[in-house]
């Protein structure tokens, strides 16, 4: 096999991989997540690595919906409180920063939801909300692959859901988008 095709099947197992989970994902913790975000007063979203970067992606979508969303560890990020919300992402759920972030939110009154493959993890005993995105590949690399790819799927589908809730319209939505660029 050449270089293409090996690398077209690498990318067709890992949709398959990923479609797999997404059909075993449990969607009523996404709907109760997606009714919950826009009671609380602040959402902050945090995960290390690439759920980090999903994190951030989703953080991204709670401010293009109008609700107020912050990242841990960035100067402007304000103080979290009763009230608010701390969505960790981490694959294992043994992130070190990761759960020290959302047992520092739990003593500060906040509000914290666990998406993890770990629903035992140290990271889920944190939590007042565990959502488990089911993916059971033994291998480490692509089990976090196929992590990332499916949570940041299902996020994005909390954000349509809350751009229904929230009666988004395009208007409202290209103003909060990203005009610096």
Not at 25 to 40: G, K, M, Q, T
Not at 97 to 119: D, F, K, M, N, S
Request: aromatic residues 4%; hydrophobic residues 45%.
């Amino acid at each position: 096999m050449s270089d293409r095709d090996d690398l077209k099947a690498a990318g067709e197992d890992l949709v398959r991989q990923i479609s797999e989970v997404m059909a075993e994902v449990d969607w009523a913790s996404f709907v109760e997540l997606s009714h919950l975000l826009p009671r609380v007063g602040r959402t902050f979203v945090t995960g290390a690595g690439r759920s980090g970067l999903v994190a951030r992606s989703f953080g991204m979508r709670l401010m293009h919906s109008g609700l107020t969303a912050h990242i841990p560890g960035e100067t402007i990020t304000p103080a979290a409180d009763e009230g608010d919300l701390l969505v960790a992402i981490s694959c294992t759920g043994r992130t070190g920063y990761t759960r020290y972030l959302a047992h520092r939110a739990r003593e500060l009154g906040a509000q914290v939801t666990v998406i993890t493959t770990e629903p035992e993890s140290p990271l889920a005993k944190e939590a007042n909300q565990v959502i488990v995105v089911p993916v059971t590949a033994e291998n480490i690399v692509v089990r976090a692959a196929v992590f990332e790819h499916a949570a940041s799927l299902c996020l994005d589908a909390v954000f349509n859901v809350l751009a229904g809730q929230l009666e988004l319209d395009l208007a409202a939505y290209r103003q909060r988008h990203a005009n610096l660029e």
